[in-house]
């Protein structure tokens, strides 16, 4: 398996795999503050909710350490601002206030600690971030490995690889748990329109392990199920409701519908960092609106009249009932979602992962 660097901490600061660059350059960029890590998030040099989470906690920590503050008081005013900037990114992907969450409730932890002890230790807590992130993949991993057919299709959506997480990924974790359990699998990438995460990370990240993968535009997915050539879905996830509703990448909902039409499974592989207790369902989770160029433009070149009214949501919702099970690193729940992810999610756990 290619190990893909999607973001870490260094001295200089926080390093980032420019994704915007993909698939022709592989190009890193180091980020020396927060305010230049809130904009890498903007700009989508990093993206894909666990990704946002570390990225945030990352982003705090250098917040942080970059700071001049002498005592406590000078630093929490501080902290408090380096939080509200971070938070102000992007809209949708819980992981993102998951992240900024945990470091608030360490930094609460911390009062009375030397400053200079106060930023070791949110560092450290940053990098547990990032390495338990890959532990929770590799989990998902293996509780959705089984989940795949030995053999046969498997469709999935924007990208929820190593890229959009720490590393290893969400959904292409599970895909590669499964090839590596000797399973005879062959992807079909969704293009992703309008911003083509699938074509340029998916397709990227998945033929640097060599795993046989076929890109498709979103518009072919129902021919495709329709032939037989597709025997399961699986895509990740920027927040789940309560009820197990389903904030993913615009066109996520379109493919689990066509999934329930030709009886196909439709998993979605996340984090219980994803998983919004707090949003009773769907209605409730806030839809990033992106800007229009992102579909009248293409690869910099107008491709729409202008002046052309267009939407450009980066999400949509799958109501649970299209949802065939969710998988977490701390298992598979399946529906009710109410009863069955409230029960993975306050499980007790070794206190590695939280
Ligand atoms: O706009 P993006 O690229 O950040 O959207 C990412 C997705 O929709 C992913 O599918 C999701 O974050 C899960 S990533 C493991």
Redesign the pocket.
């Known amino acids: 398996m290619s190990i893909i660097k999607t973001l870490e901490w260094t001295d200089a600061g926080v390093r980032f795999i420019d994704q915007t660059k993909l698939p022709t350059e592989e190009v890193y960029v180091t980020c020396t503050s927060y305010q230049e890590v809130a904009n890498a998030i903007k700009t989508?040099v990093v993206?894909?909710?666990?990704?946002?989470g570390v990225t945030a906690g990352m982003g705090v920590a250098l917040g942080v350490r970059e700071s001049k503050a002498q005592t406590i008081d000078e630093l929490t005013p501080e902290f408090e601002e380096i939080c509200r900037v971070l938070a102000a990114t992007?809209p949708t992907?819980v992981n993102l206030f998951w992240g900024i969450r945990r470091m608030q409730e360490k930094f609460a932890r911390l009062r009375g600690m030397p400053v200079a002890e106060i930023k070791q230790e949110l560092i450290a807590e940053a990098q547990r971030m990032h390495l338990e992130d890959i532990a929770a993949n590799e989990a998902m991993g293996r509780h959705g490995a089984v989940l795949l057919p030995a053999s046969g299709g498997v469709l999935t959506?924007?990208?929820?690889?190593a890229l959009?997480?720490a590393g290893y990924?969400?959904?292409l974790g599970v895909i590669r748990a499964a090839v590596d359990s000797g399973k005879n699998l062959h992807v079909f990438a969704d293009e992703t329109r309008p911003?083509l995460?699938g074509s340029r990370l998916t397709a990227w990240e998945l033929m640097k392990d060599n795993i046989p993968t076929t890109l498709i535009s979103d518009n072919m997915a129902g021919s495709m199920m329709r032939q037989g050539k597709i025997n399961a879905v699986v895509?990740?996830?920027?927040r789940i409701a309560a009820n197990g509703d389903v904030a993913?990448?615009v066109g996520?909902y379109t493919v689990a519908v066509l999934a329930k039409e030709h009886g196909i499974p439709f998993y979605v592989?996340?984090p219980t960092s994803?998983v919004d207790l707090a949003t009773p369902d769907g209605t409730g989770i806030p839809i990033?609106e992106r800007a229009s160029n992102e579909v009248t433009h293409l690869a910099g070149k107008q491709i729409a009249p202008d002046g052309v009214h267009v939407e450009n949501p980066?999400?949509d919702v799958t109501p649970h009932q299209y949802v065939t099970a969710i998988i977490t690193e701390r298992g598979v729940a399946r529906a009710p979602y109410g009863e069955s992810l409230k029960s993975i999610v306050n499980q007790k756990t070794d206190g590695v992962l939280r």
Do not use: I
């Open positions: 989508m993206r894909g909710a666990p990704a946002l992007r992907a959506h924007c990208n929820a690889g959009a997480t990924g969400t959904a911003f995460q895509v990740g996830a920027d993913n990448k996520t592989a996340a994803t990033e980066a999400f």
